[in-house]
Structure formats: C-alpha cells, structure tokens
C-alpha cells in the first residue's frame, strides 16, 4: 500500500479530514518553500484547528436558535442618542459572561432591542460561549410542560449548559401564577452562575401586572438587577426613524 492511501486511510481513523484534503498541497508548499518538518506539521495542524473553530462556531449559531442574524456595525446609534456605542463593544468581548452579569435591555416597542441582544448574542459565540435565544412566552411553556412531567431539574440543568440566555419580549404576554413561579424560579437557578440578556417594553415598576405578586417581583428584580448592564431605549420608535431615515436618503 502506497504512502498516500496509507495517509488517506489514517487521516480518516483518526478523524482529521482537514488535514487529509490539505495534506498534498500543503506538502508540495512546504517543499517549494523549504520549510522544515516542524513547520509543516504546525501549518497541518493550525489548519485542522481552524476548520474545527469555525464548524464550532456554526454548530453554536444553529444551537442558538436566533430568528435573524443581526450584528452591532448595523446597528444605527445615531438614532439612539441615549446608548453609548464603546460600551457596547467593551460588553462584546465577553468580560459580564465571566463575571455572570446580565443585560437588560428596556424601551418601547421597535427600539431595536431584540437587534441589540441578537447582536450580542452572536459576538458571544465567536468568543467561544454557548448563547440560547427564546421568547418569554416560549420559555414559560416550556417550563410549564416540565412542571406537568415532574422535569424542571432537568430542564434547569439543560439551560445551564448554556453561558448567555437570551429572553426576548418579555411583558408583552403576562404570565399564569404557576408560569410566574416557573420562570422566577428558573432566573434564580441562574443567579450569579450563569447570564441572562433580558429585552422588555416593561418599565421595571410595571413588572408586577406580567408576574402578579409584588413580592416576587421585587425579589426577582432584586436578583436580575443586583450585576447587570441596564440600557433604556425609550422614545420613538428605532425602526420608524431608520425607515424614515433611509427614506430620506433615497429622495435626496
């Protein structure tokens, strides 16, 4: 059996299909450029190691479950004067995963707060974080079914595999009593072990009419809010404004 068969057949035992397409081109550059066997290896290897990254990263998108990709270059902060962009790309790098922190992202409908928690989300996952996106309404069903088959710890145990929960539209749906515990519950099984970006149309005084109980409410406030990045995105709406302003762009 030649070497190259012998290098294909082990490339495939061993699992490395980078390096078994790449070898042959890889090896006629190295002889042309006279690298040594060293280097060679490592320009073998560093390729595999990247393919495997970037397979990661794809594996991670799909995970996430995100309804759009959108990303913080198309993000328009000109239309809102309130949020600091350089903050937003200090928060990118990922330092609140490491420190559990949270986001909460507050304002009117259409002010772009989904776009920003998405956007987030997304540089989570090229820094190598495990990021899940689902709506309030969808989490509390879930957690709802968990309940009725007596498998809320598992659940719970599922969700923490995750490093950053997005929970979108949360008050839009007010929630059942039982939904209500459920989902207190579940933000504190998260508390100070893992993040959770938040996007409300609900002023923080206007939670209780979405949980009902004052207490609680308090008391889960109390916990989202002890290590988080709050950012208000009130006034009008983001998504009028950039149609108006890309408007006025075509008729100039």
């Not at 490491?98 to 259409?110: A, D, P, V």
């Not at 889960?220 to 983001?238: A, F, P, V």
Request: charged share 25%; net charge neutral.
């Amino acid at each position: 059996m030649n070497t190259e068969l012998l290098l294909d057949h082990m490339t495939k035992q061993l699992r490395i299909p980078t390096i078994a397409k790449q070898y042959r081109s890889l090896a006629r550059e190295a002889e042309e450029r006279n690298l040594s066997y060293e280097e060679f290896l490592l320009a073998l290897l560093e390729a595999e190691v990247q393919t495997r990254e970037e397979n990661q990263k794809q594996r991670r998108l799909m995970q996430a479950s995100f309804p759009i990709q959108k990303t913080l270059n198309t993000y328009d902060f000109s239309l809102m004067p309130s949020l600091n962009r350089n903050r937003f790309i200090t928060l990118a790098k990922g330092e609140f995963v490491e420190k559990k922190e949270n986001i909460i992202f507050l304002g009117n409908s259409g002010t772009g707060k989904t776009h920003l928690a998405i956007s987030l989300g997304i540089e989570m996952i090229q820094n190598g974080y495990k990021t899940k996106f689902i709506t309030a309404s969808a989490l509390v069903d879930e957690l709802l079914m968990a309940h009725e088959e007596h498998k809320i710890g598992a659940l719970e145990k599922k969700w923490l595999k995750f490093d950053v929960i997005i929970i979108d539209e949360l008050g839009y749906v007010p929630f059942t009593k039982m939904g209500a515990e459920l989902l207190f519950q579940f933000f504190s099984s998260r508390y100070e072990r893992a993040s959770v970006i938040i996007t409300s149309n609900l002023e923080f005084t206007e939670w209780t009419t979405v949980f009902g109980d004052e207490k609680m409410t308090a008391a889960l406030l109390d916990r989202l809010t002890h290590r988080s990045h709050i950012h208000l995105l009130n006034g009008e709406s983001y998504r009028f404004r950039q149609s108006m302003k890309q408007k006025e762009v075509g008729e100039g």
